[in-house]
């Protein structure tokens, strides 16, 4: 028991390695398998298709992604002190992979958004709700702030889903120049977004 | 010679379909010269190898981005309202894509960024340099409009960069949603940037 969840897990973490490095569409299970060090009998023990293993790593990804983003904007700060972390974390992840892998990896939803383009409908769809689970999350504090005044935007469903395009571009960006320091203008554009127009290093007022 | 250039045109035509239909990583010289129709010698006589097709692909098409930005950028209409025209314009675009073919096709530099992660040095390189062209082109027309004491922003380039990536960060929901009415709210996105404050949908005066 403990030996094929040990082979699930193999198969999992080979296959998020691989789809951060190489993309999705130009792995084939064999070659998973081979990184994995897991016979392919046992991949198809655990997974239906490589489809069913990219939702299995979207899954994973998002639990994590999920909670780190919890951790920021579910607290008791400041609502705009809360966003501004939220785009700090974001910068300080992906130097954090470029320091330990040489490379921005970007947002694996991101990518994976543009790579399968026209395929793959249950991806899509898994991104799709990803995006929005996001785009809730986003909404949710700025409609905090926009409570207390501190943001003047009319539709904050629109506002939230500014920022994470905003994100999503940024990241582009900082993984193309291999450059998380691009990211260091998130937090700017998104207070720009927000209407907030005073000094962006300046610490957020009550 | 009209013989050999009508097979150089249709491995373009080819490749560029593939591109935008499955990526580039999953694609085999083999798969795009049966698409064109033409030998494989004939491939290689014409191109060094896929990288070298690709980037005649980019070329080909950053061609005639470039003249369809300039056309819009490089008028004597209002700055704000030629900004304007860019967003609009990329919005039908898209749903042109979506009319003929069925999907969202994206924008094949995004695309490309994000598949190619860390390969393909020379295709890298290449997709930095229409970037950054794209940035300049856009903070031209922001500073046009900061000397008209229209925009609130201290950095033009900043601005401009910041554009760019809600462009591409909109447009990769409009492809993930196969929904072009996603870049509606681009050009609102883009005066909230530039700390233009007033409705979005009015005309842009003098």
Known sequence: MGRT??????????ARTLFEQRGY????VAEICKAAGVPKGSFYYFFESKEGLALAVIDEH?????????????TDAEPLQRLQRLFEATEA??????????AVLGCMFGNLSLEMSNQADALRGRLQEIFEAQVAMVEAVVSAARERG????????????????????????????????????LWPSCRALLGVQDDPKAPVHA
């Open 93 to 102: 992840r992906q130097q954090a992979a470029q320091d330990s892998c040489g």
């Open 150 to 185: 501190e943001v003047a935007v009319a539709d904050t469903h629109e506002a939230a889903r500014s920022m994470v395009a905003q994100l999503e571009g940024q990241v582009l960006f900082a993984k193309l120049y291999n450059n998380p320091a691009r990211l260091n203008t």
């Open 62 to 74: 998002w639990t994590a992604e999920r909670r780190d983003w919890e951790q920021v904007l579910n």
């Open 5 to 14: 969840s040990d082979a699930k897990n193999k198969i999992l973490t080979a």
């Open 25 to 28: 569409s130009a792995l084939g």
